[in-house]
């Protein structure tokens, strides 16, 4: 199906801010105002998708990724968000072509580098995953996600010193974790 961008229709930024703080069932309530001509609206799917999958209802946000994808192949972030379920299912190699398409289409996608650092972690293959994170921090020096999961990746490899600037950052970015780890164990 040839690519659309449609508009954002005016409940959507209430729509994303209720997903951003958790609460899925106003987003949920939302998102039920649509109108049947909406159904063409691949913004519309993408955070369909995302109340779905907060709700852990995998296959539900999956089927509307996919058709948020088809609507416009180029939704960088629906391919992100799909790889998120396909991780949490254990389909590694899924998550990781989805990762790699939202990076085709945007390169300076911080977030989808970070996440596919955590799944190449899962797949134990740390080198990779430490690369990828170097570049999430590369794009967003403020990726304080970044930070953590290079330091622990770099803990298990076996630098603890790598491991404890990483989460002296993440802890000054405002990361409680990293925060408690640094100071537990980078003295």
């Not at 010193?161 to 974790?177: F, N």
Request: glycine fraction near 6%; include cysteine.
């Amino acid at each position: 199906m040839k690519s659309q961008s449609a508009p954002e229709l005016q409940y959507f930024p209430k729509v994303k801010l209720h997903i951003d703080l958790g609460q899925t069932a106003k987003a949920e309530a939302l998102l039920k105002e649509s109108k049947p001509q909406d159904q063409n609206n691949y913004i519309l799917h993408y955070y369909w998708g995302r109340v779905a999958s907060l709700q852990f209802k995998n296959d539900q946000a999956i089927s509307h990724f996919k058709k948020a994808i088809q609507l416009n192949p180029n939704d960088s972030k629906s391919f992100a968000a799909m790889a998120l379920v396909k991780g949490r299912l254990g389909n590694f190699k899924e998550a990781i072509a989805n990762l790699n398409q939202a990076i085709k289409i945007n390169p300076a996608y911080a977030k989808a580098y970070s996440n596919r650092g955590v799944t190449r972690g899962a797949m134990k293959n740390n080198a990779a995953a430490i690369q990828d994170f170097s570049m999430a921090i590369r794009l967003n020096p403020r990726l304080v996600d970044a930070y953590r999961n290079r330091g622990i990746t770099k803990e298990m490899m076996g630098d603890l010193a790598g491991a404890c600037a990483d989460w002296k950052i993440a802890s000054a970015l405002g990361q409680e974790g990293p925060k408690q780890w640094f100071a537990s164990q980078c003295k």
